[in-house]
């Protein structure tokens, strides 16, 4: 009977784990049924060909959790085969029956906590609350935040003395009406200024972290300075402006 014993312990543990992979692929960004899915699909083996897989190889945090869980899994079942056949070796037939009837009790239980709704809600609220305060998990897909594709990305422009956007302030670049939001600056000698505003002056040996169009960011890494430049720049606040009137018409008649 310890077997049993023993194998109904390592079928909840089990359940255990897969749940607090779960909610722990929910506090990077997952929603709970992909979290869930990948969490399972993970333990116990199964290989699935998904978007949200593909989210989760290209995410660091995410593909920790799911290399832990598939090293318990492969762990658990070699531990729950041994301990079934230690259960049913060398026994009687009626012992046999016995132990089978124990065995499909002790996983009828097992079933009826996993599909109750009061237990998963307290169990998951209890495993969110101590991840929260003993890990740090809360690393959000920021390339799905952002919609980073090959239209959008972020990128780093560094800024050397006679390029265009050198010795300005961001007010005077107006990059915004490009569709380019900064979103940092590395100075030369080594500080950063986050979230800058339109007085922040942009220097030589400067590297700014920007925000929009690929092809635009990768544009105004070469623009020069002068009339070329500023020509550029009025060239591309247009487009910006083509662009925003199509997506309001696009919006409005929806």
């Known amino acids: 009977m310890s077997a049993i ?3 109904f312990i390592a ?3 089990s359940v255990l784990v897969a749940r607090v992979g779960t909610i722990a692929l929910v506090l990077t960004g997952l929603s709970h049924e992909a979290a869930k899915f990948q969490a399972h699909s993970a333990f116990l083996g199964v290989g699935f060909t998904t978007s ?3 989210t989760v190889v290209g995410h660091p945090v ?3 959790i799911l290399l832990l869980l598939m090293l318990l899994g492969n762990a658990g079942l070699v531990g729950v085969v041994v301990t079934v056949l230690l259960a049913f070796l060398n026994v009687g037939g009626g012992q046999v029956v016995l132990r089978a009837a124990a065995l499909l009790a002790a996983l009828l ?3 009826l906590l996993v599909r109750s709704p009061w237990v998963n809600r307290r169990m998951g609220a209890l495993i969110g609350h101590a991840l929260r305060r003993w890990t740090h998990l809360d690393a959000r897909d920021y390339a799905d935040l952002l919609n980073l594709s090959e239209d959008w990305s972020v990128d780093e422009l560094r800024v050397r003395s006679g390029e265009w956007l050198c010795g300005r302030t961001l007010a005077e670049l107006d990059l915004e009406h490009e569709g380019v939001l900064v979103l940092g600056i590395y100075r030369a000698d080594g500080s950063f200024v986050g979230t800058p505003t339109g007085h922040t002056p942009v220097r030589d040996g ?3 972290v920007a925000y929009g169009r690929g092809e635009l960011i990768a544009e105004l890494d070469r623009r020069a300075a ?7 720049h009025q060239e ?3 487009f910006e402006r083509r662009l925003v009137a199509a997506q309001t018409e696009r919006d409005e008649g929806r």
Do not use: C, F, Q
């Open 5 to 7: 014993i023993t194998l």
């Open 11 to 13: 079928v909840l543990l």
């Open 52 to 54: 949200e897989a593909e």
């Open 62 to 64: 995410r593909r920790r």
């Open 109 to 111: 239980l097992v079933w």
């Open 206 to 208: 400067d590297t700014l």
């Open 226 to 232: 002068g009339p070329a430049g500023d020509h550029a």
């Open 236 to 238: 591309s606040v247009a």
